[in-house]
């Protein structure tokens, strides 16, 4: 079942989270910080997101449990028209959902709420190493838009970069 998250989630959000993050990013992001992500913070973290004007998150919930989320709103970037430009924040999944096309069913939810919202297009930022998730945004139809941004994560220098998709 796939529903609006409401602040009381956030706990069940971290926890899919962390998880995610320890399978994703498994050879990507150094060990050490993987083993430190803290399902608390995650959670603190949550329920300040749902007072950011426009953020919203819609879960994938079986038997109460948080299989995987996707959250969004509009555009983060300076470069992006105000009012014009959505973004999805985050879309994670916990391994054992993953392939079964709950990915998929979070993906256009989110891309339905934002062409609901009158952007005409939305963004996502990825991990350059990342190619499951670069394939699964590829396959939806998102293309590179040329531009890129690099982080530390873990004491680990990363590079991000960004998918657009047109909305309809």
Not at 30 to 53: H, I, K, Q, T
Request: aromatic share 10%.
């Amino acid at each position: 079942m796939i529903r609006a998250a409401l602040i009381e989630d956030s706990r069940s959000i971290a926890e899919a989270h962390v998880a995610s993050w320890k399978h994703t990013y498994v050879g990507q992001l150094p060990d050490e910080y993987l083993a430190g992500l803290s399902v608390p913070e995650g959670e603190v973290a949550w329920r300040e997101s749902f007072a950011n004007e426009g953020h919203r998150i819609f879960l994938a919930e079986d038997v109460g449990l948080v299989g995987g989320f996707v959250s969004f709103g509009p555009s983060r970037d300076e470069d992006s028209a105000p009012k014009a430009t959505g973004e999805i924040y985050a879309i994670y999944l916990r391994a054992e959902y993953q392939g079964r096309g709950l990915g998929a069913e979070l993906w256009q939810r989110a891309v339905d709420e934002l062409t609901a919202d009158g952007f005409s297009e939305t963004t996502v930022w990825v991990l350059d190493t990342n190619a499951l998730a670069r394939n699964f945004y590829e396959g939806r139809g998102c293309t590179l838009d040329g531009k890129s941004k690099q982080a530390r994560i873990g004491g680990k220098e990363i590079v991000e970069l960004r998918y657009r998709l047109k909305l309809k």
